[in-house]
């Protein structure tokens, strides 16, 4: 309830309370408070409970790395959501439409076209189907950067993909 609320101290307080009464915390209890900590752009708690789950032995999952990717996408850190999205792979977990729908828009917050388009290979890559949010996204990136012909390729591009604009 803490985390939901978007109160990581409070949530905090609930996982400390849990091993004090001898309950093991799981992925899934870290990762509403890392969500929380996220939720209020508090990412050096966030970080510090995920270097909490590696220390008691709790193995992240995709949700863990999502969570941070994406919050530091929100926060227009593109250098450090890429840095998770890599260490994501780095440790086993392959990103899902999720992870390359938060980097892909910050990147097009960023007006970086370049590394929007890179994220998008690297998808395609994986075999992750792109949706309409994610070609938005591009496309976004590429009007942002002042490439109305990205745009437009990309635009032909969904279409030829069989994906419908949601406009």
Same mark, same amino acid.
Request: aromatic residues 8%.
């Given at each position: 309830?803490?985390a939901q ?5 409070a949530?905090g307080?609930?996982?400390e309370r849990?091993?004090?009464c =001898? /309950?093991?915390?799981?992925? /899934?209890?870290l990762?509403a ?5 996220a !939720?209020?752009?508090?990412? #050096? ?6 270097d909490?789950m590696q220390?008691?032995?709790i193995?992240p999952?995709?949700?863990? $790395?999502?969570t941070?990717i994406k919050?530091y996408?929100?926060?227009?850190d593109t !250098?450090?959501a890429e840095?998770?999205l890599?260490r994501?792979?780095e440790? =086993?977990f392959t990103?899902?439409i999720a992870? $390359?729908?938060a980097?892909?828009?910050a990147?097009?917050?960023a007006?970086? #076209?370049q590394?929007a388009e890179?994220?998008f !290979?690297?998808?395609?890559?994986l075999?992750?189907?792109a949706? #309409?949010?994610? $070609?938005n996204? /591009?496309?976004n990136?590429?009007a !942002?950067? =002042? ?5 437009e390729h990309?635009? /032909?591009?969904?279409?030829a993909?069989?994906v419908e604009a949601?406009?």
């Open positions: 309830a803490c609320a978007g109160n990581p101290v949530a307080w609930c996982v849990m091993i004090k =001898g /309950l093991q915390p799981n992925a /899934l209890t990762n408070v890392i969500g929380a900590c !939720r209020v752009g508090d990412m #050096a708690l966030a970080i510090k409970w995920f909490e220390e008691k032995e193995k999952n995709g949700i863990t $790395y999502n941070i919050a996408a929100q926060a227009h !250098r450090k840095q998770w890599n994501m792979q440790d =086993g990103p899902c992870t $390359y729908t980097i892909i828009d990147m097009a917050k007006s970086n #076209a590394k890179h994220w !290979r690297h998808m395609q890559q075999g992750v189907q949706d #309409a949010v994610i $070609y996204s /591009l496309i990136a590429c !942002r950067a =002042g490439i109305p012909a990205k745009a990309w635009v /032909l591009h969904m279409s993909q069989g949601d406009v």
